[in-house]
């Protein structure tokens, strides 16, 4: 339901308190309120000055690999063709993320943040990470500006996500898992404000997705927006016209906002986030937060939690390491009030369905996080005109999940 009248324009905000409506602002320890302060000023600066955007755009091109491909998916979408009435099924295009040095959208937003901590003088760099592509993207880059680098990580995502585990090590990181809680991305991100408090003279936290205190939210999202800046300009040359449907997985979402951002003002693009239901959001055993938790609180911002009946934040459960958290970012929590974005959510069930149709149809085996969205592709896609253009982001490879996802299929390695 739309609580408020549509703005004129979705694209502005957050404000100058960085809030998105009632989501977002910053709630953090005063302790942390200087840091804060001067990471705004030191964005908005940086936004400011030419060369840093020269430098993004030089590293884009020549050490990420960017722009990433806009695939059009021709087996997929002839399969799906064949499972909808004559004349319907829609063309689907891959926006090809997985295929960025380090293998995921984390690492556009990983440079534009080390970028930043270098203009600050920061030369200890902290993350937090889930399935472990912020925390690989974040050692990749502090080994390439020879950066101190720790990476906090649930231990229970240290063992299902042991491949890159491995890689960040490889790359001179120290990996901490945290023990604490449910030792998942939640736990880690909690852990890793806590060293930000007690390291304030030299650090700077490097946040993996469109949460936390303001400016993180906007930042984030600015640097991952190349993902949708280059799928209009793909779209345009390819087909000559704009997409009918972007569709992405949701976390905490930075990757469905750099794909969502540059379209949100079209307003004849149909736009999906996917959350992660688990075992079912009725099981209680799911990490979907706009689907089954309210407005509240956690790790700096105002957005939609999966809470009890007390206000505790409950745990949440996703096959899918990266998409195993209890919120989702405040800017996706004000799309979905203001029903500009239309989030489903995708069971583990259906998402280990999508991931094996992907890599036997394309040849493309994609993270399990993607695997959500393209879950829905499967049911949304043989219900559109055939002439009707959708994007799914392809936000990661599923080389990571290879050893879990063998192991749920009773394979060995």
Not at 40 to 52: G, L, M, R
Not at 85 to 90: D, E, F, K, T
Not at 171 to 197: C, F, H, Y
Not at 243 to 255: R, T, V
Request: hydrophobic fraction near 40%; glycine fraction near 10%; charge should be negative.
């Amino acid at each position: 339901m739309t609580l408020n009248p549509a703005p004129n324009s979705f694209r502005t905000g957050p404000d100058e308190r960085g809030r998105f409506g009632i989501f977002g602002g910053r709630f953090v320890a005063e302790t942390l309120m200087p840091l804060i302060l001067d990471l705004e000023k030191a964005y908005a600066d940086a936004k400011a000055d030419p060369s840093f955007k020269a430098d993004m755009e030089s590293y884009g091109t020549h050490y990420i690999g960017r722009p990433s491909p806009l695939y059009f998916a021709e087996r997929l979408t002839e399969h799906l063709r064949g499972k909808a009435p004559a004349g319907q099924g829609a063309k689907i295009f891959f926006k090809r993320e997985e295929l960025n040095h380090t293998g995921s959208h984390k690492v556009n937003n990983v440079l534009g943040q080390i970028l930043l901590a270098r203009r600050m003088g920061k030369p200890r760099i902290i993350a937090e990470t889930g399935a472990g592509q912020h925390g690989v993207a974040t050692a990749t880059l502090c080994a390439r500006f020879g950066l101190k680098c720790v990476v906090y990580m649930g231990a229970v995502d240290v063992e299902r996500q042991a491949p890159n585990v491995f890689r960040m090590k490889m790359l001179g990181a120290e990996v901490i898992p945290v023990q604490s809680g449910t030792r998942t991305l939640k736990d880690a991100m909690n852990e890793a404000l806590r060293d930000w408090v007690t390291n304030v003279s030299d650090t700077f936290y490097c946040i993996g997705t469109v949460a936390g205190p303001h400016p993180y939210p906007a930042m984030v999202r600015d640097f991952q927006s190349v993902i949708g800046i280059e799928t209009k300009q793909q779209m345009l040359e390819m087909e000559g016209r704009l997409p009918d449907s972007l569709i992405a997985c949701i976390g905490g979402g930075s990757n469905a906002m750099g794909l969502f951002h540059p379209f949100l003002d079209d307003r004849d693009v149909e736009i999906y986030g996917v959350e992660a239901a688990g075992h079912g959001v009725q099981s209680g055993l799911h990490a979907a937060s706009l689907t089954g938790g309210r407005p509240g609180v956690l790790h700096g911002n105002r957005t939609y939690l999966l809470m009890n009946e007390d206000g505790q934040i409950a745990d949440a459960h996703s096959i899918s390491a990266g998409l195993d958290y209890p919120g989702i970012g405040p800017e996706h929590a004000w799309l979905h009030e203001m029903g500009r974005v239309t989030y489903l959510s995708a069971t583990d069930a259906e998402t280990l369905e999508a991931f094996k149709l992907c890599s036997m149809l394309e040849g493309i085996i994609p993270a399990l996080e993607p695997a959500h969205a393209l879950s829905k592709v499967m049911e949304l896609a043989p219900t559109k005109p055939a002439e009707h253009l959708m994007v799914l982001n392809l936000s990661g490879r599923g080389d990571k999940d290879i050893p879990q996802v063998a192991q749920i299929f009773g394979q060995t390695l």
